[in-house]
């Protein structure tokens, strides 16, 4: 659909992955930041009633493979979509980054979605109510830390 025009955008995984798909193919821009997924992430699911019967060795076996897993899938994209984002632009691709407009208006549409959410099912509000909390907690130390950093990183490059 994206090939023949009848798709304008489309939004996957990283460079990596975008270009396996051969994306660059059909689309010459390649737009970020994609805050509504900023990099890959992994989950595990168990019902806790299950989980509570594990002895505690293996409980420890699981976490231990869940946090493996999840640690090495980052670091192979992290080096995946460095080199893959090289041949994206080697190829024609042009980067492009979302207006504060489009971003802020993307951000508040999904809020508003989750507050409505929220009023509505008991279960998405106990576990986006914490989410929350821990995400308006911890953007005091990604302003002052992480952000801080990659700016100064940033323009070294410049």
């Known amino acids: ?3 023949t025009g009848a798709v304008d955008a489309a939004e996957w995984v990283g460079p ?9 193919d059909a689309a010459q821009f390649y737009y970020a930041p994609g805050w509504w997924e900023p990099g890959p992430t992994l ?3 168990i019902n806790i009633a299950e989980w509570d019967k ?16 999840n640690t090495t899938m980052l670091a192979r994209y992290d080096a995946r979509n460095q080199t893959a984002l090289q041949e994206l632009v080697a190829g024609g691709t042009q980067l492009r980054t979302y207006s504060d407009d489009i971003l802020n208006a993307a951000q508040e549409a999904s809020f508003s979605l989750y507050d409505d959410l929220a009023q509505s099912d008991p279960d998405f509000n106990s ?11 911890i ?6 830390i992480e952000t ?11």
């Open 1 to 3: 659909a994206l090939q």
């Open 16 to 24: 990596y992955d975008d270009l396996k798909l051969g994306l660059n």
């Open 43 to 45: 989950e595990i699911q």
């Open 54 to 69: 594990l002895p505690q060795e293996y409980q420890e076996v699981l976490k231990t493979a869940a946090h493996e897993a």
């Open 127 to 137: 576990i986006y109510t914490e989410w929350k909390a821990f995400k308006d907690g």
């Open 139 to 144: 953007q005091s130390w990604h302003s002052f």
């Open 148 to 158: 801080a950093y990659a700016t100064f990183i940033a323009q070294q490059y410049q």
